[in-house]
């Protein structure tokens, strides 16, 4: 498994992927504190689709500082589903599966390499949005006029190492759902496409049809597990249905990954 997951940490090394996953990260820490800081003070605190902002109350609190992370985690969840599909997918769409497989017959450690690089990958995605995050809030909460005395009276290592955690624990997940969808359709764009719409829209339709809070769907119990627990879901809850979440999926991937044909 060594092996295969060094294969996969070299296919990941690619610059022009580096630098698009760690970019997009990046881009939607600034763009999310950037509006959550600005629209703070409103009667209500904005939500819309797979984002859920904190009240101004909040903000400035130490957790203020980290809210960013968590505001936006179906939007890190969406581009880390995305890169686990693509990098997924192309592995039938270009054959290279073939060679792998003819390398190492092992069809589980292949998977298991993968999954241990792309997890890999996902803990440098995740340290990236966090310090960006770190750097913008205060230029963000500056100029919105929000307190932020107590984030320097309170900050400290165990706050940021929290906040990290859940929004990995949360990514992670997230990616562990398009290696999912990507091996099950073979298909990059349709992954995506499933993951993307079901974050703005089918997850929203199915709470309105049964007109209840549904915390058990994937996107609120990530939302939650990237907040450390919310009023539907503890961080108990939430890492326990996260964690089923992810077995499930990983237990499908293996199973479709070992039986599937990969002569046509």
């Known amino acids: 498994m060594i092996a295969a997951t060094r294969s996969e940490l ?4 690619r610059p022009r992927l580096v630098l698009g996953w760690l970019g997009l990260v990046a881009l939607f820490a600034v763009l999310i504190n950037t509006v959550m800081f600005s629209m703070a003070g409103g009667d209500q605190p904005p939500t819309g689709p797979g984002v859920v902002f904190p009240d101004d109350a909040t903000l400035a609190t130490v957790d203020g500082l980290v809210a960013g992370v968590s505001s936006a ?3 890190f969840g969406i ?4 890169l686990w599909a693509l990098l997924t997918a192309t592995d039938y769409s270009t054959g290279l599966i073939r060679l792998l497989v003819a390398a190492q017959p092992h069809r589980g450690k292949l998977l298991a390499g993968k999954v241990v690089a792309l997890t890999l990958a996902t803990a440098v995605a995740t340290t990236v949005a966090l310090a960006v995050n770190v750097g913008i809030a205060p230029v963000a909460a500056e100029g919105a006029g929000i307190d932020t005395s107590t984030w320097r009276e309170a900050l400290t ?8 955690g859940n929004a990995f624990a949360a990514a992670l997940v997230w990616g562990v759902i398009g290696l999912v969808l990507a091996m099950l359709l073979r298909s990059s764009a349709l992954a995506i496409s499933i993951g993307v719409g079901w974050v703005l829209v089918v997850e929203g339709v199915v709470a309105s049809a049964l007109d209840r809070d549904t915390p058990w769907l994937p996107g609120s119990t990530l939302t939650a597990l990237a907040q450390g627990g919310n ?13 089923a979440y992810a077995g499930v999926g990983l237990g499908l991937a293996f199973v479709v990954g070992w039986r599937r044909d990969i002569t046509d």
């Open 10 to 13: 070299v296919r990941l090394a």
């Open 73 to 75: 985690a179906s939007m």
């Open 79 to 82: 581009v880390t589903l995305s």
């Open 157 to 164: 290592v165990t706050l940021l190492a929290q906040a990290w």
């Open 231 to 243: 009023d539907s879901l503890d961080l108990a809850q939430a890492a326990g249905l996260g964690l």
